[in-house]
T-cell receptor
């Protein structure tokens, strides 16, 4: 069936560097995408979202890029900090999905001091 | 932002007993709540969609008699794991939506069945 997946299960970066986490999705009908951060033993926290009528959206230290042509989503974290260490999930939904999210496999970001 | 509270955060139960997990939207009304299950180092897998005042919709492969869902009010959904067994040990997470897209998650419940 339709799925959302990630290329890299683990990403290790040096503190202060920029991080890029990637996500591929397969449902061409998806029109809303979200990145979540999940720390150990906690529920997912909303980071940033983007709608399919956009290709880039910026937040505080984070940027999400959407390439609908190749069904690819990325999360960029600027000046990565130790507190950014977590598992990051992309999720997608579509207009007719009734708020139902489909999650990608997750990428663990490890920030080295 | 909106707050979703999940309780308990951790529970240990004996095999064969039942466990109830509560999910509350504290400052908004949620007509729809979702229950997820997460195994270690894996993504969230949707178990069921909980609709206020009606029966829950279960995903394929999820036993509805095993995982009882009740959404009696616009702010509370409960998941009861009946006759729990060690293989039911997992991290259970609920979410509630304000509108079409925004989803807020509970803190999760770590269930350990011994």
């Amino acid at each position: 069936g339709e799925s959302v997946g990630l290329h890299l299960p683990t990403l290790s970066v040096q503190e202060g560097d920029n991080s890029i986490i990637n996500c591929a999705y397969s449902n061409s009908a998806s029109d809303y995408f979200i990145w979540y951060k999940q720390e150990s033993g906690k529920g997912p926290q909303f980071i940033i979202d983007i709608r399919s009528n956009m290709d880039k959206r910026q937040g505080q230290r984070v940027t999400v890029l959407l390439n609908k042509t190749v069904k690819h989503l990325s999360l960029q974290i600027a000046a990565t900090q130790p507190g950014d260490s977590a598992v990051y999930f992309c999720a997608e939904t579509s207009d007719n999905a009734g708020n139902m999210l489909t999650f990608g496999g997750g990428t663990r970001l490890m920030v080295k001091p | 932002g909106a707050v979703v509270s999940q309780h308990p955060s951790r529970v240990i139960c004996k095999s064969g007993t039942s466990v109830k997990i509560e999910c509350r939207s504290l400052d908004f009304q949620a007509t729809t709540m979702f229950w997820y299950r997460q195994f270690p180092k894996q993504s969230l897998m949707l178990m069921a969609t909980s609709n206020e005042g009606s029966k829950a919709t279960y995903e394929q492969g999820v036993e509805k008699d095993k995982f009882l869902i009740n959404h009696a009010s616009l702010t509370l959904s409960t998941l009861t794991v009946t006759s729990a067994h060690p293989e039911d040990s997992s991290f259970y997470i609920c979410s509630a939506s304000l509108g079409y897209t925004e989803a807020f998650f509970g803190q999760g419940t770590r269930l350990t069945v011994v």
